[in-house]
């Protein structure tokens, strides 16, 4: 999940990306539920248009569209990024944008199985900043459990240090047995 963190700063700037899209299609008429149809159906986007959360704006249109006069307007757009941006993602929000496939479903699952835990406001949304802090916790309690791994099955006084050789002062019991004297 090390780059975890960077999926909602990435949310939030496809879905402007693709709203400007839209928009730039259809001035006159701006981003209605037809239009993004529409954009979506024209085989000539296909290779512009995020396909992902087009279908995204299109699914949500009705919520999106907060003022209901049928144009999900730039005002629409930019609160939602910036809540987003500043708040997270739902969910919801995560599983039908990382349903895409634009993302690692690795990655996706991981926060999505973890989701409450990551959650540590318990707002219902996830943000950077709890990605960032739950994949460092994580990274902290794998170093622990490493050490306390080696603690607890260590035989270096046995067998010898893992730099045992170089310095003949940390050679194991064992280690005299195996030297080979002929080489020094």
């Not at 479903?105 to 318990?122: C, G, Q, Y």
């Not at 459990?145 to 260590?154: M, P, Q, R, S």
Request: net charge negative; proline share 1%.
């Amino acid at each position: 999940m090390a780059s975890g963190s960077s999926i909602i700063t990435s949310i939030s700037s496809n879905l402007a990306n693709t709203y400007s899209y839209l928009a730039a299609l259809y001035p006159e008429d701006g981003v209605t539920y037809e239009n993004i149809t529409k954009a979506r159906n024209d085989s000539t986007n296909y290779l512009t248009l995020n396909q992902s959360f087009a279908s995204y704006l299109q699914n949500n249109f009705s919520m999106l569209d907060k003022d209901g006069d049928g144009v999900i307007g730039a005002d629409e757009m930019s609160k939602l990024t910036n809540t987003i941006a500043s708040s997270g993602v739902s969910r919801s929000e995560l599983t039908q944008l990382a349903a895409s496939g634009a993302y690692s479903s690795e990655m996706v699952s991981k926060i999505l199985d973890n989701f409450d835990e990551i959650d540590s406001n318990h707002d219902g949304r996830v943000t950077s900043a709890e990605i960032s802090a739950y994949t460092y916790d994580c990274n902290r309690q794998a170093k622990i459990d490493e050490e306390n791994y080696k603690k607890a099955t260590g035989t270096s006084i046995f067998y010898g240090d893992d730099d045992s050789s170089v310095d003949v002062s940390s050679y194991s019991i064992l280690s005299y047995k195996y030297k080979d004297f002929t080489s020094s």
